[in-house]
Structure formats: C-alpha cells, structure tokens
C-alpha cells in the first residue's frame, strides 16, 4: 500500500512534469518569438544596408554629374576663351593686312574697280561718293574723271567723318539709295563669317 510520502513524491513529480511540460512549451514559443524577432531586425537590416548602398550610389551619382557639369563648363569657358582670342588675332591681322594694303600699287586699282562696279549700279541717279581723306587727296581728280566720262556728270565728293580704311561709300541725294563699298564693311563681313566658322568649328569638337 503507498504511504503519503509516496504520493506526494508522485504528485510532486507529476506536478514538476506537468511545469516542466508547459515551461517547456514556453520556452520553444519564446525561441520561436525571438528567431522571428532576430529574423525581422536581420530584414530591417538588410533593408536598411541596402538603402544606405542606394543612398551612397545616388549621392556618388550625384558628384560624379557635378563633377562632370563643373568640368564641362570649364572646359567651354576655356574654349570660348580660346575661340575669342583666336578670333581677336585673326581679326586684328586681317585689319592690318588691309592697312598695308591699301599703301599698294594694287589698292589704285582694286579702288577704280570698285569706284566703277558701284557707277554701273546707280545708273542715271545723281549721287555723292563718300571717300577717305587720303584717298580723296590722291585720287580726287581722277575719280572725278571716271565718273564724268563713265556717266556724263560730275557727283559731289565728300570725306567721310569716321574711318573706312579703303573704299567708297555711293548714295543718292534724298538718302534712300546707297552702296557701302568701304573696306571697313569687308572686315566686318569678314568678322561675321570668321565668327559662324569658329562656332561651327567649335561645336564640331564637342
């Protein structure tokens, strides 16, 4: 027959067993709850890597278009500056070979050629020619000679007030017809081709 002792043992034991049973239970949901737990934050982590990677690419993306931007301008201030130079010196050498040039035997005869061209263009009207001092010294008479016999009248020559360099300028009396022969005309021509040829040149480079 058992003895209370006995029983007790045995309802102690169960009573451990059945603790043990449920704390046990506990302990897996506990387990469980914290691989669940270290999986999510290990997923935050991830993610949070993965953001920061993306914000550090995007940020590295956004110097390097800075850099490139910043670059980029330089390089077209440079060559604007190349360009203005180049431009400036061949302007001032095509200015100074006009110079020399209208010291020449050869400019007598370009001037005469011009006087003559822009004279078949006017036809019958009565006009002044516009002509630089120096070439009004020199010339003068004989231009007066081309015009008489080339239209049968004599025009009116004036200096003009600024400089031509070489040339003539033609217009009729009322001012509504006028020829610009002068030399500082070519250049300018010139500047606005030399400058369209750069800028071409320029973009092609790009």
Same mark, same amino acid.
Do not use: P
């Given at each position: ?17 059945? @603790? ?6 506990? !302990? ?13 934050? *290990? ?9 920061? @990677? ?20 330089? *390089? ?18 095509? /200015?100074? /070979? !006009? ?24 036809? $019958?009207?009565?006009?002044? &020619? ?7 010294? /020199?010339?003068?008479?004989? +231009?007066?000679?081309? +015009? ?8 009116? @020559?004036?200096? &003009? ?6 040339? *003539?300028? !033609? ?6 017809? /006028? ?9 300018? $021509? ?10 071409? *040149? ?5």
């Amino acid at each position: 027959m058992t003895n209370v002792d006995d029983k007790l043992k045995l309802f102690n034991k169960m009573v451990f067993e059945k @603790i043990q049973e449920e704390k046990q239970i506990e !302990i897996e949901e506990f387990e469980k709850e914290k691989e669940k737990q270290i999986k999510e934050e *290990l997923e935050k982590l991830e993610l949070r890597k993965i953001e920061y @990677i993306n914000d550090m690419k995007k940020k590295a993306e956004n110097k390097g278009v800075e850099i490139v931007a910043k670059e980029t301008m330089n *390089l077209n201030q440079k060559k604007f500056l190349i360009k203005d130079e180049f431009f400036k010196e061949t302007m001032k050498e095509v /200015r100074n /070979r !006009i110079e020399k040039f209208v010291e020449e035997n050869d400019y007598k005869v370009y001037l005469f050629e011009e006087i003559n061209k822009a004279l078949d263009l006017i036809g $019958d009207k009565e006009c002044i &020619v516009y002509l630089s001092e120096k070439d009004i010294k /020199r010339y003068k008479d004989e +231009i007066q000679n081309v +015009i008489s016999s080339k239209t049968g009248m004599e025009m009116e @020559i004036k200096m &003009v007030s600024y400089d031509i360099l070489g040339g *003539l300028i !033609i217009e009729d009396k009322n001012g509504k017809y /006028r020829i610009n022969n002068t030399l500082v005309q070519k250049v300018k $021509d010139v500047e606005e081709y030399a400058g369209l040829l750069l800028t071409q *040149l320029m973009e092609q480079e790009v």
